[in-house]
């Protein structure tokens, strides 16, 4: 059978060295009529060729950029990635290894989290950062369930509006279950940011934490310290929650702010689109939550002949020791996605990361003025931002099917999520969007 | 370490174009430099990555026997297929008529996994295991809550994975912990003690963590049913049941499926994996949002299910692992899906045979795909698991699941999987001997050990007292964090 390389004499030798005549024998304790319906009805296997014909019979019904003039970012973005980072990520040393409980022989693994957590506390000026959790809204919502930890007697979640609806989906469902907590939403203003007289309602001496994106949405780039100040005006913490991570490679670092945890999407850096996933969570925060922290944690030590090496640590946090008082129920994280990461950051580097970040805010922002300029359409919010937007556009449904015939998705409609916001299209442009797709764009959107 | 490599200046980043920050984002928005920040060519990169790979032991270099993790071959195929455009570059927020092959796909799938497992409707949105955990008790708090009461405890067994009380708790459940008999089994009767109407749920893992079939699983399911809970199964064993016993069958409510253990998706040195949530009819009006559905014309997307618990990972979990996991499976069908636990159990069989009177066994009963073994024959030598484990290492294979599960003192949980030879098992089988006659004839060897490996054995005490967990530029005045620097 393929993958299982047994001869018939392998079974049989193997059979008659454990005394059986069956491997059937061995199960003859599991109840009769469980075994009678254990039968799979599925079909027959197939070649390695069909299963590739029948695979990319299925990729070829969706449709993928190249083909298609893409504008969508809203938490997953379309990005450059250097083949290095294919190249390290496909070997198998990396990809077919366990979690690293094995230091001696994990070394790669473990130094590679060690870079990972340098490269995230590099990015988000914070003190310490973990190996990673499962995507962005998980991230954010392990973060806050840290502060609650770090916070109690309080019962206050503060969320703004402007943070992704998905992350606050999703940090509703984490919270849902616990007690003692209470979750309000503050709006936003005509800039696009957080309303700050809504957050200043909203936060009291019984606040844990205010969730902000950080840039928002929206894309908007909140300014964060007015929102830092009356965090520490009532003793809450600040998270910032990052959706882009590469804007982190331009924009003012959380840690600059004053931010407490600094937490989000790492997609950007080095990870296919995939349809939102395989990605990971990106956790940060100041050092002295470190016990405090979710999710797994690699520290440098020395061997017994005193040479540099890298063990996971601090983990009677972890649910493997601590069970039902752990700190989180985490085990399995996306480590490959954050090594792709790592070694995207590596290879773009100091200023290859700023010059990547700098161009998708620059052609951004030249879409964004050429679509009001040229095409008549207006900003929604006026506040800075780094490679998304928020239109105006009359007839929003109707344009957007007739881009569609023109093989163009011009960015995503706003109103399923904020029904306030009704002909009003996010749109997103990075460095892979070319030059006669944004004409192309431009040209469609105007008005003949 | 990458930060200790390169030269001021360098960078393997070439982009023709050059273009400022636009002057409307006010300067005080922007960050200056990236202190420490790598600044390296593309060739020292790939040198740098490249060798710490061969610091790495790995499934593709050799045989992997942890228990529970079910580290089996990751098929080249999957990552091929994984990795086509089609799928590698959607957009999760492209319109449901853009993506209608990966909306069949893991339509298909759901589908494929409830067959394997006998239920009924399947969410593929969880990351991992653990989160498949918590999402199936949400959905478990989410029914009890509709019936009028979510109850307050969840009851589990002590050779449970950590997850599941972890998971517990993350639901706002208190955990109540049951004792396994002396035949490692569940006692029907202590359950029966302990199953009020105070508890939502037993999470169950079967086989259990001892590679135990419990053969008493109805009347179990039987007797928390009869309370008005509900049956949790954790499936991280689900490689020992294909065609041999469903989940559905046996009276389990939800279950959850690691695709990173039984449907080989590569564990990536920690991850991705995919913990896809498994459930009966009555339940799966409470599965997480959005859920792929089929219509006339294709497949659409649901995001209006009142009694859904909601969502818990942003847009559709991950996705790439699906795509493996559903290659794995059209690849075997229905009679290889059935050949990998019945040769599971042949291989963990076979060791455990092969081992048996060199090293203690934890359990007499019969083992499903893995086996326990303890150090208890090689403690009056001063030789513990751990020495063991590290001894092994030199011999070439990677330990065991050592001291785990928390039952067995010195545990030593071995699961081969189906994809293993003869040959290998053999090989690790005569390692294991020999490291047995070293415990006796020469203790100190065994101790000492490893010697052959990148590294010896790491001080993880230093690790945790002080923890260091990122680089830092070194300081010039002999800072004292250097000394270990070699």
């Known amino acids: 059978m393929r993958y299982t390389p047994h001869t018939e004499a392998d079974r049989r030798q193997m059979l008659d060295a454990i005394g059986l005549s069956a491997i059937e024998e061995v199960f003859a304790h599991v109840p009769e009529e469980l075994r009678a319906r254990a039968r799979i009805r599925l079909a027959e296997g197939l070649s390695e060729v069909q299963v590739k014909k029948r695979l990319s019979a299925l990729a070829a019904r969706n449709a993928t950029p190249g083909e298609w003039s893409f504008f969508l970012g809203a938490g997953i973005y379309h990005h450059f990635i250097p083949s290095t980072v294919d190249a390290i990520i496909s070997r198998g040393e990396f990809a077919t290894s366990y979690t690293p409980y094995q230091p001696e022989v994990s070394q790669g693994t473990l130094q590679a989290i060690y870079e990972f957590q340098t490269l995230w506390c590099q990015l988000t000026g914070m003190e310490v950062a973990n190996a990673g959790l499962y995507d962005g809204a998980s991230a954010a919502a392990e973060a806050v369930l840290m502060a609650r930890r770090v916070q109690q007697g309080r019962r206050r979640i503060v969320l703004s509006r402007a943070l992704h609806p998905q992350y606050r989906s999703v940090i509703s469902t984490y919270l849902k279950n616990l007690p003692g907590v209470e979750l309000i939403e503050a709006g936003f203003d005509e800039t696009g940011a957080s309303d700050a007289e809504a957050l200043a309602r909203a936060v009291d001496d019984r606040t844990i934490c205010v969730v902000v994106g950080y840039p928002n949405f929206f894309g908007v780039i909140e300014d964060l310290a007015p929102v830092q100040e009356l965090c520490s005006r009532h003793g809450s913490l600040l998270i910032a929650v990052t959706t882009e991570a590469l804007s982190l490679g331009l924009l003012k670092p959380p840690g600059e702010w004053g931010a407490d945890i600094a937490a989000g999407e790492g997609q950007s850096l080095g990870v296919p689109m995939s349809l939102g996933g ?171 | 370490m990458i930060f200790e490599r390169g030269s001021p200046g360098r960078t393997s980043f070439f982009w023709p174009e050059r273009r400022e920050a636009p002057a409307e984002i006010p300067s005080r928005l922007l960050r200056r430099e990236i202190p420490g920040f790598p600044e390296v060519g593309e060739l020292e990169v790939m040198r740098h990555y490249t060798t710490l790979s061969q610091r790495n032991y790995a499934i593709e270099r050799q045989f992997y026997p942890l228990g529970s993790c079910t580290m089996k071959y990751n098929p080249r195929l999957n990552e091929a297929v994984a990795r086509l455009p089609g799928f590698a570059q959607l957009h999760p927020l492209a319109p449901a008529e853009l993506i209608q092959g990966a909306l069949e796909l893991m339509h298909e799938l759901e589908s494929m996994l409830a067959e394997i497992s006998g239920m009924d409707a399947v969410t593929l949105q969880p990351a991992a295991g653990a989160q498949g955990e918590l999402t199936g008790l949400m959905i478990i708090r989410a029914y009890l809550s509709q019936k009028g009461n979510p109850r307050k405890k969840v009851i589990v067994p002590d050779t449970a994975h950590g997850t599941n009380p972890a998971s517990s708790t993350l639901c706002g459940y208190d955990v109540l912990q049951i004792g396994s008999n002396e035949r490692g089994m569940i006692e029907p009767g202590e359950l029966e003690r302990l199953m009020t109407e105070e508890a939502a749920a037993l999470m169950i893992t079967n086989p259990n963590t001892l590679g135990i079939f419990d053969e008493n699983i109805q009347k179990i399911a039987t007797v928390v049913h009869a309370k008005g809970g509900l049956v949790y199964l954790d499936g991280a064993n689900m490689n020992a049941l294909m065609g041999i016993a469903k989940p559905g069958d046996m009276g389990v409510d939800v279950l959850h499926i690691n695709l990173h253990k039984t449907f080989s998706t590569p564990h990536g040195g920690g991850g991705p994996g995919a913990g896809p949530v498994a459930v009966k009819e009555t339940l799966a009006e409470f599965l997480p949002v959005p859920r792929v559905v089929k219509t006339e014309t294709g497949f659409s997307l649901d995001e209006d299910l009142p009694l859904s618990v909601g969502r818990v990972r942003s847009f559709f979990g991950n996705f790439g692992i699906l795509v493996r996991a559903y290659a794995y499976i059209i690849s075997l069908g229905a009679d290889g899906l059935e050949d990998v636990s019945r040769t599971a159990l042949l291989n963990a069989n076979y060791l455990r045979k092969r081992l048996e009177g060199h090293f203690h066994l934890a359990y007499s009963e019969p083992c499903m795909h893995e086996c326990v073994f303890t150090d208890r024959l090689q403690q009056k030598y001063g030789v513990h698991t751990l020495d063991i484990a590290k001894r092994l290492l030199d011999y070439g294979f990677h330990p065991p699941t050592v001291y785990f599960p928390l039952v067995v003192a010195g545990a030593l949980m071995i699961e081969p999987t189906e994809t293993e030879t003869r040959e290998t098992l053999d090989a690790f089988a005569e390692a294991m001997i020999a490291i047995a006659r070293e415990a006796k004839e020469n203790p100190e060897l065994v101790k000492n050990a490893p010697y052959t490996t990148p590294v010896r054995r790491l001080d993880e005490a230093r690790a945790a007292r002080r923890p260091v967990l990122r680089w830092e530029e070194p300081r010039r005045d002999g800072d004292e964090r250097q000394e270990g620097k070699a």
């Open chain 1, 278 to 448: 395989p990605g990971y969570g990106f956790f940060a925060c100041r050092k002295k939550f470190l016990r405090s922290m979710p999710g797994r944690v690699v520290g440098e030590t020395v061997d017994s002949e005193g040479r540099r090496g890298f063990v996971l640590t601090l983990s009677t946090r972890e649910q493997h020791i601590r069970r039902e008082k752990a700190t989180s129920n985490i085990c399995t994280n996306q480590n490959l996605c954050g090594l792709a990461s790592t070694v995207f950051m590596a290879t773009l580097g100091k200023s290859g990361l700023r010059r990547l970040a700098e161009i998708n805010a620059a052609v951004a922002h030249e879409t964004c003025a050429r679509l009001v300029r040229e095409a008549g359409l207006t900003r929604l919010f006026a506040g800075p931002f780094f490679n998304e937007f928020v239109l105006r556009v009359d007839d929003l449904e109707q344009r957007l099917s007739r881009l569609r015939a023109d093989k163009i998705i011009a960015g995503l409609p706003l109103a399923r999520w904020y029904p306030e916001l009704r002909d009003s299209l996010l749109v997103c442009v990075t460095e892979m969007n070319e030059r006669e797709e944004i004409e192309q764009l431009v040209k469609s959107l105007t008005r003949r």
